[in-house]
């Protein structure tokens, strides 16, 4: 089952490629930016807020079939795209998507421009180097 998590950076992955996500009936959302500082931005939370609300009716990003209810299901799995390493919705019974969304992108994967990312805590990176260093040495 794709965790909150997972799905959370699923969507912002793909909003840094610029792949907006259908709510409800054809309202569509492409919240900028995605990151601010080391955290997710006011207006990703508020998009995945209403991504989230039962009001929305189906929601799922510009050129997938997966609702972001769905993935939030067993039934689904979020996985690294064969072609591009972006993560896709996987079915865990063994049924791949028809196609990840960077299908319809000719310029990607690009390795010239910076890839999509999560949000960087340099606290919580200190403490998970600390943590690796102490564990290393055997104390
Ligand atoms: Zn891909």
Redesign the pocket.
């Known amino acids: 089952m794709a965790s909150e998590q997972e799905v959370r950076q699923y969507l912002a992955y793909w909003f840094q490629l610029g792949k907006k996500v259908f709510i409800g009936k054809g309202h569509t959302m492409l919240p900028q930016p995605v990151i601010r500082g080391d955290r997710y931005s006011q207006e990703f939370e508020d998009c995945w807020r209403l991504l989230l609300s039962p009001d929305s009716g189906d929601c799922y990003l510009e050129g997938t079939e997966e609702t972001i209810t769905e993935m939030l299901t067993p039934a689904w799995e979020v996985s690294p795209?064969?072609?591009?390493?972006?993560p896709?919705p996987i079915r865990n019974i063994g049924m791949p998507p028809l196609?990840?969304?960077?299908?319809d992108?000719s310029n990607?994967?690009n390795t010239e421009v910076p890839a999509p990312r999560a949000p960087i805590s340099t606290q919580r990176q200190l403490m998970d180097i600390r943590t690796r260093l102490l564990e290393g040495s055997g104390q």
Do not use: G, Y
């Open positions: 795209c064969a072609r591009c390493d972006m896709i196609f990840c969304p960077c299908n992108l990607w994967p």
